[in-house]
């Protein structure tokens, strides 16, 4: 293969700018993938010609629209709202909504487009897609949270649909908003529909949704170690995060037998020296899913922990990293401290959560690093099971979910190995980006120019 293309990259990326001025995270996100995918795509004519790597970061549409609401104190409110529905080229749009007051149409690009590599991995038939609004649900009432539910769902319903574009939950979309988002759903189309995903067990939902990204990501890291010989019994670990991403990441390890030191949330870090055990972790969501609390109150009910303010986990000696928070996270200096402390192994449970100078410096540096679009495709994956069941009007048993989604892992972690590796080092980054394009660029070259 083609060891660099640094004109072709430099040319494509150049074009890519132009062409969305300002969207830093989605620059971002693309360029990470162009890096891996243009030696692959010069040495492979046919991807070249038909300019697949141009058609594929440019969205089938974006649609922006206002979302309006009244308060508990009567006052008319006005968020906008988002739906990038990226690729369909292998499945109807799948992807989650995030509602956030940082949400903007950059942030959900970088999102729909790691979407589409993301659900390609799991070999299900999945497009990418995401959503959202700039609505900051913390601080809200169930009242208010519901009445702007139903006006976002009032708009975007048109444009979703079981064989359509399906959503599901991202930061600040979770179990109560999903209930309210399907409910309107429901109200306005008058009928059950696997249009979302992450909905209650009672109403469509999947044994498993709410465990499989954490969970996934930590099978993911669990074949990581047994292809290197090695097993997570006793390593220490740090988690970034307390939702629940973070949370159900903690809970696999901790069964697994590794050791949890730390949990976060935006006020910081806690450490504890003795580990999160299963009756810490309950209390952590306890606090956080029950009382929305804040995670320094962790160090005060359990004194012998630290809470570090305004600081990242990554200063802290440990075996193995799982970044489970927000996109870009872990920085140049993060990454120079999880080298010098001899960290591991990392898998990214969050989106994007490394720049692009820190994972440069982990893979010079040789350490193992897993990209979220591999180790935390495990959400997506149980989203598109949902769909399956659904559609036959069954219900698995949780035992059964989980056993496949263990398979999707163990087989994106095969696929990955299979395209990255290099000589001694095996480049996940790379492996999951050629793995996943692969199969959307021949799906594309089958349907012709459309």
Known sequence: ?????????????SGLRKRNPGELEFHQA?????????????????????????????????IIFRVCWQDDQGNIRTNRGYRVQFSNCI??????LRFHPSVSLSILKFLGFEQIFKNSLTTLPLGGGKG??????????????????????????????ADIDIPAGDIGVGAREIGFLYGQFKRLNNRHTGAITGKGFNYGGSRMRPEATGYGCVYMMREVLSHAGDDLDRKTCLVSGSGNVAQFCA?????????????????????DPEGINEDKLAWIKDLKNIRRGRIAE??????????????????IPADLAFPCATQNEIEAPDAKALIANSCHAICEGANMPSTKEAIDLLQAAKIIFVPGKAANAGGVAVSGLEMTQNSM??????????????????????????YGTEDDYIDYVKGANIAAFSKIADTMLA???V
């Not at 293969?1 to 990326?13: R, S, V």
């Not at 160090?299 to 200063?315: D, I, M, N, V």
Request: charged share 20%; aromatic share 10%.
């Open 251 to 271: 809970e696999k390890l901790i069964q697994l037998g590794a050791k949890v030191l730390t949990m976060s949330d935006s006020s910081g870090t806690i450490y």
């Open 393 to 418: 009007r069954i219900h698995w048993s949780a035992e059964e979910v989980d056993q496949r989604l263990l398979g999707i892992m163990q087989n994106i972690h095969q696929k990955c190995v299979q």
């Open 132 to 161: 959202g609004a700039n609505f900051n649900p913390k601080g809200k009432s169930d009242g208010e949270v519901m009445r702007f539910c139903q006006s976002f769902m009032t708009e975007l319903s048109r444009h979703i649909g």
């Open 298 to 315: 962790y160090a005060k009910q359990y004194p012998l922990a630290q809470f570090l303010e305004g600081k990242r986990p990554w200063s």
């Open 91 to 96: 499945g109807p749009y799948k992807g989650g």
């Open 30 to 62: 693309v360029e990470e993938v162009a890096m891996s995918l243009m030696p692959f795509i010069i040495d492979n004519p046919k991807y070249m010609q038909a300019q697949l790597l141009e058609r594929l970061t440019e969205p089938d549409r974006v």
């Open 1 to 13: 293969m083609t060891n660099y293309a640094p004109q072709e990259l430099e040319n494509f990326m």
């Open 447 to 449: 349907y012709g120019v």
